[in-house]
């Protein structure tokens, strides 16, 4: 069953690349407008002062290097003078370094705000009967990922403690909060890989100004843990989540019983701090 989603997964994803790469606009034309790009920028506080490459511009340009078949720098910068040709603009030099040094500068908070600000329009629009409920109901998982083994990568999100130096590359852990109702990415943060506040919980614990009375969040069992249930309740926000069966095994023969599959138990605060 896992093997027939991934699969579907697959070939939805293939056919949304094929369509954004063929439009002939740069990809994500119609969510990434240039509004959304300066608004980021203002939040941020950046200037910019390159007329060809502009933040909106690389950015779009970086995401078609992704998602295309062909990774390469030169066949990004091609695609993107064909698209200034094929929209009666004068053709800009095919070499890369323009592009290279224009994506280099883009500000990792550039990116995340820009991401912010599109997760919202999307959310916006989302029509109320995609609501549970007629409550917002939000997701949240965090994964790792991995960067070419440089100095200033190094510096920034240092490698495993757990591999020796040199042959290990860095390492950034990031947490995501998405709508259910439109699938969108709402919130961010990133960190470190290791070290103290740099765990999944405490990314999941820094976005939580996202919530509001009755939402709900659904999350994996890691987030599990009295603190975060508790705290949430406070803000009266409900979490959906499997028991951390580390923290603490379950006794259905203790508690209530509501129904099938439906159980209610009184859960104490734990004598020791939950481990973040």
């Keep these: 069953m896992r093997y027939s989603s991934d699969r579907s997964?697959?070939?939805?994803?293939?056919?949304l690349r094929r369509q954004f790469l063929q439009e002939g606009e740069l990809p994500f034309a119609d969510v990434l407008s240039r509004d959304t790009a300066q608004q980021a920028l203002d939040t941020i506080e950046v200037a910019w002062n390159e007329r060809i490459y502009t933040p909106l511009v690389t950015l779009r340009i970086f995401l078609g290097q992704v998602i295309s078949a062909d990774h390469s720098c030169r066949a990004a910068v091609a695609r993107f003078v064909a698209h200034r040709i094929s929209r009666g603009e004068s053709a800009c030099s095919s070499h890369t370094g323009a592009?290279?040094?224009?994506?280099?500068?883009?500000?990792?908070?550039f990116s995340a705000q820009v991401a912010r600000g599109v997760g919202a329009?999307?959310?916006e629009k989302a029509k109320s009967d995609w609501l549970w409920k007629n409550r917002k109901v939000f997701m949240f998982d965090g994964t790792t990922i991995s960067m070419p083994d440089t100095p200033s990568n190094q510096q920034a999100y240092p490698q495993s403690?757990?591999?020796?130096?040199?042959?290990?590359?860095?390492?950034?852990?990031?947490?995501?909060?998405?709508?259910?109702?439109c699938g969108a990415i709402l919130d961010l943060a990133v960190s470190g890989y290791s070290g103290k506040g740099q765990g999944e919980v405490s990314l999941f614990r820094q976005l939580?100004?996202?919530?509001?009375?009755?939402?709900?969040?659904?999350?994996?069992?890691?987030?599990?843990?009295?603190?975060?249930?508790c705290s949430l309740q406070q803000r009266q926000v409900d979490m959906v989540t499997r028991l951390n069966k580390a923290l603490r095994k379950a006794d259905f023969r203790r508690g209530k019983r509501l129904g099938k599959n439906d159980h209610l138990v009184r859960w104490g605060k734990p004598s020791m701090r939950d481990i973040d």
Excluded: H
């Design 161 to 181: 403690n757990k591999q020796k130096p040199g042959i290990g590359f860095p390492l950034a852990r990031i947490g995501a909060i998405f709508s259910l109702s």
């Design 208 to 229: 939580w100004d996202l919530f509001g009375p009755g939402d709900v969040v659904l999350t994996d069992a890691l987030m599990c843990n009295w603190r975060n249930l």
């Design 9 to 15: 997964f697959r070939r939805q994803f293939e056919f």
């Design 121 to 123: 329009a999307l959310d």
């Design 99 to 109: 592009y290279c040094q224009a994506r280099k500068r883009l500000p990792e908070k």
